[in-house]
């Protein structure tokens, strides 16, 4: 394939997450998505349901139980903006993040996958806890995020309260790019900062279909809503006095922010949404590798494994790597090269993954995902390669908090507890820590956030059909240290070492005075911390 193609597929690429917090539309905002990009012809899976409902972009049991997203999907679709004078449609990558705080890990692991983050945030209840938390992931990974400003059809914050909060609590300047006529709670358009025109949305049944936009200029959009288009245009102005006008430069740059006044669920601004997508959020990237070299997009394939999971078909279990791909075509029956073993990896069962239903993908280009079937070998932060060899920097893994005993309870299935366990620990789901003294029945599960604790015993049942208990361990924190400090740390009170299956030795702590407190009496000793959660 010649790197001019590579190049041309590259140019119309956009991969992007949604970071937010739960509830403030998320999975709406996806289904607005698919329905303006035509995969699917009317919103109502999400769309209007206060209760659980099937999401083409949810799958587990579990989810469906708790309301949260568990895993994560990637979501694919071509993409016109109507401006566009191209006869060839954008492609459209949208990487799914689990919304709960105790996932994070995986969150993280996502957001290395993606150019782009659009930050959802609902109207009435502005920067939440589990935004800013994402929020700071995308600041240190320099990644650029779009803010939208959802559910504007119900009452909330004004503006400029709205844009207030995030300068000063993030440091993120927002530069909106179209300012709402009409206020939190009456949402009628959009005013276009650049054109100075109103877009007037009109309402569908339901919200199921697109809404309908009609166009007017400024005298018209008076005419029409009176003192809202003309409290929108004083907002405008006022913003433009305070220099808060899209910047391509500082947008890349992680100082400013385009941001976007949408309804999901009438379908409000989301074409908004997706034009801005397409027109500033950058098209995939060289990428550093970990002697410090770039990848060039048009370069020999290469792509990095990002999230591994298994048990979502339950006719047949199986186990699916996501990768992105960082260069190169992809097509197909490849045989790539698995960077952390040297070993050959046949790529014959590649799949694109749109929620539940799969289609084998063909061919496949820097920022797409692609899903590997059975692929037992893969870990998160996996390198993939054709040659000229490449490895990229492993995705860290976070500070665990929470640790746990994991103990079977079904009699005759220690096989399979094991292979469960390992498959688990393969997969990131937790951290998995042995030692001698409790041996291989009774390995120890670390975790940022304890829901992981119940994702593993769940699925010990659903696809292993083995019972466990989870036994909670009076540790709080763990620190690296090494061979030389460990029988040391041993004899010590409230302290316990383990190793972890990437070799790591931890130290595990009762809490932090018990920590600070050997510090203290024995110097020498190593412990260093582990990288924190975000
Ligand atoms: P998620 O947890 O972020 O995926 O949020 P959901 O998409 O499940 O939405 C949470 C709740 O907010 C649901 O009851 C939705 O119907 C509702 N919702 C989402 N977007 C909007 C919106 O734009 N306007 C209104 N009024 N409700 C919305």
């Known amino acids: 394939m010649s790197s001019e193609v590579i190049s041309r597929e590259v140019k119309r690429r956009r991969t992007f997450a949604i970071i937010s917090h739960p509830d403030a539309g998320k999975s709406t905002m996806t289904e607005a998505l698919a329905l303006h990009a035509h ?30 997203s568990v895993t994560s999907t990637a979501l694919q679709f071509n993409y016109t903006p109507e401006a566009s004078t191209s006869d060839v449609p954008n492609v459209i990558n949208l990487v799914d993040t689990p919304g709960h705080s105790d996932f994070s890990e995986d969150t993280y692991r996502v957001l290395t996958a993606v150019d782009a983050a659009v930050m959802l945030i609902d109207a009435a209840k502005g920067l939440e806890p589990q935004t800013l938390k994402l929020f700071q992931v995308c600041r240190h990974r320099g990644i650029p995020v779009i803010t939208v400003i959802n559910k504007w059809d119900r009452p909330g914050q004004t503006p400029l309260e709205l844009i207030d909060e995030i300068s000063e609590r993030i440091g993120l300047i927002p530069t909106p790019l179209y300012v709402p006529v009409g206020i939190a709670g009456d949402y009628r358009g959009l005013l276009d900062r650049r054109t100075g025109e109103y877009i007037h949305f009109e309402r569908t049944a339901g919200g199921a279909k697109i809404a309908p936009e009609i166009l007017l200029n400024a005298d018209e959009a008076a005419q029409r809503e ?17 220099g808060q006008d899209h910047d391509q430069e500082m947008f890349l740059a992680g100082q400013t922010s385009p941001m976007i006044f949408t309804s999901a669920m009438l379908n409000f601004g989301v074409r908004q949404l997706l034009d801005a997508l397409v027109e500033f959020a950058p098209p995939p990237r060289s990428r550093e590798t970990v002697d410090g070299t770039e990848r060039e997009v048009t370069d020999a394939f290469s792509a990095v494994v990002f999230k591994v999971q298994a048990g979502m078909d339950t006719s047949h279990r199986d186990r699916l790597a996501y990768m992105r791909i960082v260069s190169g075509e992809f097509e197909r029956g490849m045989v790539v090269t698995h960077a952390q073993t040297g070993k050959p990896f046949a790529t014959k069962y590649a799949q694109a993954v749109f929620g539940r239903d799969r289609s084998t993908v063909d061919n496949a280009f820097p920022g797409d995902v692609v899903g590997l079937v ?32 994991l103990r079977v309870t079904t009699a005759d299935k220690y096989k399979q507890f094991r292979k469960a366990v390992d498959q688990m620990d393969a997969e990131g789901v937790v951290q998995v820590l042995r030692n001698d003294i409790r041996g291989d029945a009774s390995p120890v599960m670390a975790a940022v956030g304890p829901m992981q604790f119940e994702v593993v015993t769940a699925r010990m049942k659903a696809e292993f059909k083995v019972d466990t208990i989870v036994e909670p361990l009076g540790y709080s924190i763990a620190r690296r240290t090494d061979e030389a400090s460990a029988p ?16 790591a030795i931890l130290a595990l702590f009762s809490d932090k005075w018990r920590l600070q407190y050997i510090e203290k009496e024995h110097p020498d000793l190593l412990l260093e911390p582990l990288v924190a959660a975000a």
Not at 48 to 62: I, L, P, Q
Not at 392 to 398: A, K, N, Q, T
């Open 226 to 242: 009176g003192d809202a288009w003309t409290a929108a245009q004083e907002e405008s102005e006022l913003l433009s006095e305070l």
């Open 39 to 68: 995969m699917i012809s009317e919103a109502g899976a999400v769309h209007g349901k206060g209760s659980r409902r099937a999401t083409v972009s949810d799958w587990m049991e579990m989810e469906k139980a708790r309301g949260i």
């Open 488 to 503: 040391e740390l041993n004899r010590q009170r409230g302290v316990e070492v383990f190793t972890r299956s990437d070799g």
């Open 374 to 405: 059975n692929a037992m070998a893969l870990a998160p932060g996996d390198t993939l390669f054709i040659d000229p060899k490449v490895q990229y920097p492993p995705i860290p893994s976070f500070a665990p908090e929470h640790f746990s005993a």
